[in-house]
T-cell receptor, first 115, second 109 residues
């Protein structure tokens, strides 16, 4: 595997379900990101992790819970979502060098539908 | 916060035509990236260009940081160039990329 991978690619869930999105980067980077893209809208940053530590939470509701066990893996745990949370969820990674965040590379995304 | 505006919002081209996409931003930035989003949602990196000019095949980009804009040139367009082109900037905010609204390009055969 190369680059940034995401699983699953598609997910349909009910509002009472609990599911998790997984992201893995094979680029040796130390920073990872979750973005949300609603239909016909630009990407919005949700979370940033740097060396496994969360450095940014862009006012995301608590029904989205990120987890970063190491610099290569990032999860987004989902519970009691709403239909308006249906969107494309994209993961990205980059190399942070002494506070300078370099070029970000994106995974293929998970298309989530909440019924 | 910083504002990112892209123009035009939509563009229809005949195959073989050239085009210029523009990205204006409201404040100085550390990073600027251009992406192409294909119909399946994948964001493809085109350029990482906080300043200067770069070229990659039929595509080139120029960022004039002092005047707060960047341009993406597409020459001899092909149907596979269709999709949405995003400009995104980051300004000393821990890697937080701010995306423009995008330019939706359709290249007709």
């Amino acid at each position: 595997e190369t680059g940034v991978t995401q699983t699953p690619r598609h997910l349909v869930m009910g509002m009472t379900n609990k599911k998790s999105l997984k992201c893995e980067q094979h680029l040796g980077h130390n920073a990872m990101y979750w973005y949300k893209q609603s239909a016909k809208k630009p990407l919005e940053l949700m979370f940033v992790y740097n060396f496994k530590e969360q450095t940014e939470n862009n006012s995301v509701p608590s029904r989205f819970s990120p987890e970063c066990p190491n610099s290569s893996h990032l999860f987004l745990h989902l519970h009691t979502l709403q239909p308006e949370d249906s969107a494309l969820y994209l993961c990205a990674s980059s190399q942070d060098e002494e506070g300078r965040y370099n070029e970000q590379f994106f995974g293929p995304g998970t298309r989530l539908t909440v019924l | 916060g910083i504002q990112v505006e892209q123009s035009p919002p939509d563009l229809i081209l005949q195959e073989g035509a050239n085009s210029t996409l523009r990205c204006n931003f409201s404040d100085s930035v550390n990073n600027l990236q251009w992406f192409h989003q294909n119909p399946w949602g994948q964001l493809i990196n085109l350029f990482y260009i906080p300043s200067g000019t770069k070229q990659n095949g039929r595509l080139s980009a120029t960022t004039v940081a002092t005047e707060r804009y960047s341009l993406l040139y597409i020459s001899s367009s092909q149907t596979t160039d269709s999709g949405v082109y995003f400009c995104a900037v980051e300004r000393n905010q821990g890697g937080k990329l701010i995306f423009g609204q995008g330019t939706e390009l359709s290249v007709k055969p």
